[in-house]
């Protein structure tokens, strides 16, 4: 059985610049979340999706947008990069969306 | 205000001493409680969820409704104990996890 995976493992961008995040589900789960971790602060929510469908969202604005594919892989997708963009990006998947949730190693997002 | 505090940013412990990170929570309903552990250059991992009543590698820990508590226990702390402990809730609509911000349990001989 193959873990939740994600790409790239360190992203360097510039401000204003827009990028995109990609997770790979584990095996037979089809529930997507993504949370962002800053330096010295637990996980917060960003966005969830269940069934390609968005299935609740957290306090971040528009710019922060997201999709899950068939397969129920994922993308994260940031507009209009800030300097407080940087963080490490994880994403766990869940068997549904009332069930644990697994997490990847993450993306490591600096923003210059 | 839907909440996680963990008022330790570091514990550190002496090997063989009993251990217990705080947890408290602010939350409207009855929420789901876990703790998560992050090992040294690993991915976050689930250590305990309150339903299962389960006692993972020695740690146990017990929701107090009363005192909105979720304290992590174990009797006699190993060197591999050493990691970053985060608790979380999830409200039962089973969405977003919560996350407090994290513990250093630092266990030396």
């Given at each position: 059985e193959t873990g939740v995976t994600q790409s790239p493992t360190h992203l360097i961008k510039t401000r204003g610049q827009q990028v995109t995040l990609r997770c790979s589900s584990q095996s037979g789960h089809n529930t997507v979340s993504w949370y962002q971790q800053a330096l010295g602060q637990g996980p917060q929510f960003i966005f969830q999706y269940y069934r390609e469908e968005e299935n609740g969202r957290g306090n971040f604005p528009p710019r922060f947008s997201g999709l899950q594919f068939p397969n129920y892989s994922s993308e994260l997708n940031v507009n209009a990069l800030e300097l407080d963009d940087s963080a490490l990006y994880l994403c766990a998947s869940s068997l549904d969306n009332r069930d644990t949730q697994y997490f990847g190693p993450g993306t490591r997002l600096t923003v210059l | 205000a839907q909440r996680v505090t963990q008022p330790e940013k570091l514990l550190s412990v002496f090997k063989g001493?009993?251990?217990?990170?705080?947890?408290?929570?602010?939350?409207?309903?009855?929420?789901?409680?876990?703790?998560?552990?992050?090992?040294?250059?690993?991915?976050?991992?689930?250590?305990?969820?309150?339903?299962?009543?389960?006692?993972?590698?020695?740690?146990?820990?017990?929701?107090?409704?009363?005192?909105?508590?979720?304290?992590?226990?174990?009797?006699?702390?190993?060197?591999?104990?050493?990691?970053?402990?985060?608790?979380?809730?999830?409200?039962?609509?089973?969405?977003?996890?919560?996350?407090?911000?994290?513990?250093?349990l630092s266990v030396s001989s």
């Open positions: - | 001493a009993p251990v217990e990170l705080k947890c408290n929570y602010s939350y409207s309903g009855s929420p789901e409680l876990f703790w998560y552990v992050q090992y040294s250059r690993q991915r976050l991992q689930l250590l305990l969820r309150h339903i299962s009543r389960e006692s993972i590698k020695g740690f146990t820990a017990d929701l107090n409704k009363g005192e909105t508590s979720f304290h992590l226990k174990k009797p006699f702390a190993q060197e591999e104990d050493s990691a970053m402990y985060y608790c979380a809730l999830s409200g039962q609509a089973g969405t977003a996890l919560i996350f407090g911000k994290g513990t250093t």
